[in-house]
């Protein structure tokens, strides 16, 4: 059994809860990119590996996980889903689908078993975090991670204005993220590096990805 451990299971101030966009349409995976961390682990000699992604909205990557026989775990800011019993959610709520902040500490829980996790993503979620919550956001990440494990995803660099709503708090370029980074990261053992798979859940132009690997 599967538990969480947070103070915080809604992202109350997060815009896209405040006015749900993408957590009540987006449902993306890609089995290149699944098959891509598979075969990462298998040169490394692991054949099972725990899986979570952040800002998992439908849930969909992460029931791929499960289905290829990993353990997959989504944390999602807004409760859309679960009050619509949208996509994913009315069969794995509070299994393998969990909302919470992810800028405030949580921890996940196998059997009262603390676990961490060797791969975590997070696909166009990091440009909805203000500024003032993006070194929470990472440092929960290196919380989480195993060493040797790493986090990768995709940043926007693009504003967001749907309707009057500004769903994207940190509009920065790929340059003024890099500069930013240093401090950022500063409170953990993450390691900045390229992004190095050939596939991607979500492929934007207006988008750059990342991959960092935990010391």
């Not at 995976?29 to 590996?49: L, S, V």
């Amino acid at each position: 059994m599967i538990t969480l451990k947070t103070n915080n299971p809604i992202a109350v101030n997060s815009p896209d809860h405040i006015f749900p966009w993408g957590t009540k349409r987006d449902n993306f995976t890609n089995d290149g990119f699944i098959d891509e961390t598979i075969d990462f682990w298998k040169q490394r000699g692991k054949d099972k590996f725990n899986f979570l992604d952040l800002g998992c909205s439908g849930g969909q990557l992460v029931i791929d996980y499960i289905d290829r026989g990993h353990l997959g775990i989504g944390l999602e800011g807004s409760n859309y889903s679960v009050i619509n019993k949208r996509a994913n959610w009315p069969k794995y709520h509070n299994k393998n689908l969990f909302t919470c902040d992810v800028t405030k500490k949580y921890e996940l829980f196998e059997n009262n078993k603390k676990l961490k996790f060797d791969v975590i993503t997070a696909w166009e979620v990091i440009e909805h975090i203000s500024p003032n919550d993006q070194k929470s956001f990472f440092k929960y990440i290196n919380d989480n991670l195993n060493s040797g494990g790493f986090f990768c995803g995709s940043i926007s660099i693009r504003e967001e204005i749907i309707e009057g709503h500004a769903l994207h708090q940190t509009v920065w370029d790929e340059n003024t993220w890099y500069k930013n980074f240093p401090d950022i990261l500063e409170d953990t053992t993450l390691n900045l590096y390229q992004y190095p798979f050939t596939n991607k859940v979500r492929n934007l132009d207006d988008s750059f990805y990342i991959l960092l690997l935990k010391s």
